[in-house]
């Protein structure tokens, strides 16, 4: 068992795969609550930290897991409180503090665009097959947050590997029928499956109406046909930022984007008004890489 100070040096150091800890949570509360769960652990036989990718035998390095990973057995009833369950348990942590954020993140039922079978509700990535991922519900949460500003009604936003559509479905309802919500994915499997989600979701009537589209191609190279954005998401992570991507960027927009290899960063692309760019990291990030379809599905870079 880790000391105080060991512990505390293993777990500021830690990144994962859509999971950040540097700046997400108060330092103390992000401490006191993982010693509260290293204390269980003495009479638990259950794991503290699990991982749907790997296991991981000490706490300096997490592939997907998440220290609220375990409090999905809490909760019980419809998806719908399950969903609640898990926002309130991500307000709780300091993750979610915008209201629109928190009603938007409650009207999309995550449970709609993961696997059947696999936990919706836990806080961690999960596998949605061809070498792909759905970021874990924070990194959503932190990304919707950090784009709320670009996410006004009527304003475009883009969606770069939109995977089962989770992301795009809520950008759709934050721009509203007047905006436009573009997801781009270059697995057609994929597409297909993300279409017949958001058709199952609140989100359902912008499809139909044509202010929400999820297309197949290569996200590298955006969505020229309803550019320039104000938000642009990108869901894995780039050697380097795409020109095409900054040019589709609206000047005064906004683009969030994990850089890097194996080492990685989020970044936060701002646009500014005389078409200059800003960039600043926002915190240590783990995505699966921004590459061809072929590479993607081979597993290879």
Known sequence: MPSSISLQHSLSATIAYGFRYRTLLKQHTFLSYAAHQLQRQKSSTLPLFSSSFCRVPNLRFFTGNSLFSRMEQFWSGSSVNRNKGMIQQLQRYGVIKSHKVTEIMETVDRGLFVPDGTPAYVDSPMSIGYNATISAPHMHAMCLELLEDRLQPGMHALDVGSGTGYLTACFALMVGPQGRAVGVEHIPELVTWSIKNVEKSAAAPLLKEGSLSLHVGDGRKGWPE???????????????????????????????????????????????????????????VRYVPLTSREAQIKGTD
């Open 226 to 284: 309803h550019a320039p954005y104000d938000a642009i998401h990108v869901g894995a992570a780039a050697a380097d930022v795409p020109q095409d991507l900054i040019d589709q960027l609206k000047p005064g927009g906004r683009m969030v984007i994990p850089v890097g290899t194996f080492f990685q960063d989020l970044k936060v692309i701002d646009k500014k008004l005389d078409g200059s760019i800003s960039v600043r990291s926002e915190t240590s």
